[in-house]
Nanobody
Framework: QVQLVESGGGLVQAGGSLRLSCSAS????????MGWFRQALGKEREFVTV????????NYADSVKGRFTISRDNAKNTVYLQMNSLKPEDTAVYYC??????????????????WGQGTQVTVSS
């Protein structure tokens, strides 16, 4: 069982930056690919980005490419999401998720076994 806890959300003006963190309660953190997803009010949860177990592979949704950066520190059991040039349409609850890294760096919600409780990001115009 893996428990994930997100932090770092908040209110920011458009064009600003936020850094989200997700801490995992497992000694096997480096065995997992880690993803970030988001869900805006009234919308379905959507993929944002994923990082492989060693950070060697990352994928991003087109909507965040060039603005968001995912990274991880396996020594700290933590994955990060640096969000720059934020837009009002980035407003959502952001969730981190984990799946055993079998080389499939999936964008599909159903492929992830563990989820955090989410952290709210609000971008004002």
């Amino acid at each position: 069982q893996v428990q994930l806890v997100e932090s770092g959300g908040g209110l920011v003006q458009a064009g600003g930056s936020l850094r989200l963190s997700c801490s995992a309660s497992t000694r096997a953190f480096s065995a997992y690919a880690m993803g970030w997803f988001r869900q805006a009010l009234g919308k379905e949860r959507e993929f944002v980005t994923v990082i492989s177990w060693n950070g060697g592979t990352t994928n991003y949704a087109d909507s965040v490419k060039g603005r968001f950066t995912i990274s991880r520190d396996n020594a700290k059991n933590t994955v990060y999401l640096q969000m720059n040039s934020l837009k009002p349409e980035d407003t959502a609850v952001y969730y981190c998720a984990a799946r055993y890294d079998d080389g499939l760096h999936s964008y599909r919600i159903g492929d992830y076994s563990y989820w955090g409780q989410g952290t709210q990001v609000t971008v004002s115009s």
